[in-house]
């Protein structure tokens, strides 16, 4: 999108990582329906919150189909509901669709929809749904969802009664619900004209909106889910992150977004602020493409699994605020595979397998970029570790504004990170023959056919089979090493209750405001 | 040369001026590398997707075809569309322009009676320990540079002392005038100094001027003679330098804008050329390049005529 942030003042963070990540909520048996309140006692209703975020400028958009940044999502969940949401391990949570049932192919799903209604007093219909997943995917579009939703069949899906629908889908697809909470797929009004003045189903109604300055909601008492215990909602653009701290610090805000872990750590004993660390939200790697010399070598991939110094990058790199990675995507998700034994730095082994790729000594160039925090520091750190081993890592610094596509194409090897999505979303966006952001250049039929397996059986046990088997490829001779996950830190007055500190960033219960209230 | 004249010829100086620095930014910008189709794409660069955004913001024509068009639409008064959002160029500059010529309308009107005050005053007591004083203080502050201190003075006078609202967030300049307290302040601290400095060397030097001392032994107050024939000569160079402090506030301080939170123009271009935004970019060229030729106009002509012996212009 727009302005996607990013002069130094406007950096690249406020970014969304990665098309299909989610939104979520975690449905511990037993805090069902509230998120955790750590304190405060009773939720108490009334007064407005207001939420500085980093923004896009002139170019933000209220279009819920067309959200990119942070802030565009924390609006748009604030106003609209999709059919489902991802949880706080990225399975994906009912929403606004009540309950799905696949066929026994898991080529036809029948969705039936929650009694809601959107905030004109219209019920949610089936209409809606379709109309607004037709206006995603349409031709020439360029909107986020497209790509996860083009697996529907549109033209041969259809209503069954004023609550159910059925899609029909192009191929088996058991993680089909992945898809309905996929970023962007937002269900809006059929027959919208425009979204100047945007009717949703969520739980705020629109007040006002100034691109790159402020946004106001308020309540609707007739949500679905309960009705917010804030009256208004007030979202406040800060592109600078200190001046986002000090608008908290001096009460013009109670809810500060993504700050450094430099001051988390300067205003948490304070008492001034509460930090909330919202943990496996953003992961931090490294690329290695391995259809080109030098990283079409599995042992010299091998020798950087084993040279890495997760636990120094994790201090110096994410200043200690974040977790030990193990090489591979999705800690602690569904289907994480967390029975393999963690890599730790083994110099010895390292070297052993640079001497077998015939790389001792070798220098390789490293790309990395400002584009978003840590990026930079971990390839320089990654460097100094690697040289220990014998080898040369040669970090060249690219242009931030076009980093990601740079690295696309060109390179062998490259700074990384991705923001939290299902590890379906992970594989089929990046590791199969047809991923359009294959950056690891990892195609290889049989894992492919691993992934279409896991997604054709209606067995669970058989389809985590499938991806620990995928897993075991990739923790050997895979093209990511994703050393850490960095916390995702979000700032508040010490009256704001009801912030869930286990919602990865972007997922249900993450700027979940209408589960917020002020004590 | 007559007035009239010579607002002709820089008149149309000024026209080409502007039409060589949109021409420069346009390019400039064009030899960055990636354009808005992959600002777009973000870190999702799926290759079919910024094909076709390409195709439709019309990113496909070559640059001279683009320029032109731009070139033709923007006589006719169109400025166009961002490539971004779907808002009109004018609408977005519109928009930013009033925060920033808030601050810079209101750091002009501080700006000139302090400095040129402090200037005469250092220079009436020159050598005492007043002109050191206000020396020694202006020296230094003009040594700090804006961001060191708008954070500084952030930390003391808005969290530390509570005094004032440490951000504009949330809220208008208008409505809430207390926000603009503390930017004017650090917008304020070294143009004054630069200006005060000026000042006071040219009220020194008229001071001890041929003609000052003619009109003193002519019989005249020495103190009408500081104002009446001391003060133009000396505010002469100030007003050059004064041109250029008008350019660098309109232009947007853009750290200021970052740790005050004001949404205004510095913060626009940066946004717009990190998006590739050209035809916002544009847009902002045409209002920094006239706002550059007209106040080194005004300051010219404002020249001419407080000292009229003095070389300047052209």
């Known amino acids: ?519 | 040369m007559t007035i009239p004249r010579y607002l002709a010829h820089r008149a149309l100086l000024g026209v080409v001026q502007v039409l060589v620095v949109m021409a420069g930014m346009f390019f400039l910008t064009e030899a960055l590398p990636g354009d808005a189709a992959v600002t777009i794409a973000g870190d999702n660069p799926d290759p079919a997707m910024i094909a076709d955004l390409r195709e439709r913001l019309g990113l496909n024509e070559s640059s001279w075809h683009r320029l032109g068009d731009w070139l033709v639409a923007a006589l006719h008064g169109d400025f166009g569309q961002s490539l971004l959002a779907p808002r009109s160029v004018v609408d977005i500059v519109a928009s930013a322009a009033e925060p920033t010529l808030l601050l810079a309308g209101l750091t002009l009107v501080l700006l000139i009676p302090l400095s040129v005050g402090l200037g005469v005053l250092a220079a009436h007591r020159e050598g005492s320990r007043l002109d050191r004083l206000i020396s020694g203080t202006t020296l230094g502050l003009y040594s700090a540079p804006e961001f060191a201190m708008g954070i500084l003075i952030v930390t003391v006078f808005a969290v530390k002392l509570g005094w004032f609202p440490p951000t504009a967030v949330g809220t208008s300049l208008t409505d809430n005038p207390a926000v603009l307290v503390l930017p004017v302040f650090v917008l304020l601290l070294r143009p004054i100094c630069s200006l005060s400095r000026l000042v006071r060397a040219g009220m020194i030097d008229a001071q001890q001027s041929d003609y000052v001392r003619h009109v003193l032994r002519l019989g005249l107050s020495p103190a009408r003679v500081r104002f009446t024939h001391s003060l133009p000569n000396a505010v002469a160079p100030a007003a050059q330098q004064l041109a250029r402090t008008v350019d660098w506030l309109v232009g947007g301080v853009i750290v200021i804008e970052a740790i005050f939170v004001v949404p205004g123009l510095g913060t626009t271009l940066a946004a717009a050329v990190a998006a590739r935004d050209l035809p916002v970019i544009q847009g902002l060229a045409v209002v920094f390049a006239t706002t550059t030729v007209l106040v080194n106009l005004v300051a010219d002509i404002a020249a001419r005529v407080l000292a009229p012996t003095a070389e300047v212009g052209r």
């Open chain 1, 1 to 519: 999108m727009p302005y996607r942030p990013t002069s130094s003042a406007l950096s690249r963070r406020g970014f969304l990582s990665i098309a299909t990540a989610g939104t979520a909520a975690l449905w511990l048996p037993g805090c069902a329906g509230e998120s955790a309140a750590p304190t405060g006692g009773q939720p108490r209703s009334g007064g407005r919150l207001r939420a500085a975020f980093s923004g896009g400028g002139a170019a933000e958009v209220l279009d819920p189909h067309q959200t990119n940044l942070y802030v565009e999502i924390a609006r748009a969940k604030a106003m609209f509901d999709k059919l489902a949401e991802y949880g706080s391990d990225m399975s994906p949570q009912p929403r606004l669709a009540e309950r799905w049932e696949p066929s026994a192919d898991l080529q036809t799903w029948r969705i039936t929809l929650r009694k809601a209604t959107f905030h004109n007093g219209q019920p949610v219909r089936p209409a809606d749904v379709l109309a607004s997943f037709a206006r995603i995917v349409e031709p020439a579009s360029t909107r986020r969802a497209k790509s996860a939703l083009s697996v529907i069949d549109l033209a041969n899906s259809r209503t069954i009664d004023d609550r159910t629908i059925e899609f029909r889908l192009k191929r088996p697809y058991g993680e089909f619900p992945n898809a309905l909470a996929t970023l962007g797929a937002y269900i809006i009004p059929a027959g919208t004209p425009n979204l100047d003045r945007p009717v949703g189903s969520g739980p705020f109604k629109f007040g006002s909106f100034e691109p790159g300055r402020g946004f106001r909601a308020t309540r609707n008492p007739d949500y679905w889910d309960g009705p917010p215990h804030l009256d208004e909602l007030e979202i406040v653009i800060s592109n600078d992150e200190a001046a986002r701290v000090n608008a908290l610090l001096g009460r013009q805000v109670e809810y500060a977004h993504d700050l450094t872990p430099t001051s988390a750590r300067t205003h948490e004993s304070s008492g001034q602020l509460k930090i909330h660390r919202l943990p496996l939200s953003n992961f931090h790697g490294l690329a290695m493409k391995i259809d080109r010399p030098p990283f079409n070598q599995p042992e010299l991939r091998q020798a950087l699994f084993h040279l890495v110094d997760r636990e120094e990058l994790i201090r110096s790199v994410l200043h200690g605020s974040g977790q030990l990675g193990n090489d591979l995507y999705g800690k602690n998700y569904k289907y994480y595979a967390g029975d393999l034994a963690q890599r730790g730095p083994d110099l010895d082994k390292a070297r052993s397998l640079l001497k077998k790729a015939g790389a001792e000594g070798a220098t390789i160039d490293f790309d990395t970029s400002d584009a978003s925090t840590g990026l930079k520091e971990a390839a320089l750190a990654i460097s100094d570790q690697a040289r220990k081993a014998g080898l040369n890592l040669n970090v060249k610094l690219g242009n931030k504004d076009t980093y990601w596509a740079d690295i696309s194409k060109k390179g062998v090897l490259a700074s990384y990170r991705s923001g939290a999505m299902p590890l379906e979303s992970h594989i089929s966006q990046r590791l199969l023959t047809t991923s359009t952001t294959n950056n690891t250049q990892w195609r290889r039929p049989d894992f492919d056919k691993l992934y279409y397996e896991a997604q054709s059986t209606t067995n669970e046990a058989e389809r985590a089979d499938r991806y620990l088997k995928m897993q075991e490829q990739l923790f050997n001779e895979g093209g990511f090493l994703w050393w850490g996950i960095s916390d995702w830190i979000v700032a508040s007055a010490p009256s704001v209750q009801g912030i869930d500190d286990r919602a990865p960033a972007n997922t249900l219960d993450w700027a979940r405001f209408d589960r917020v209230w002020l004590a």
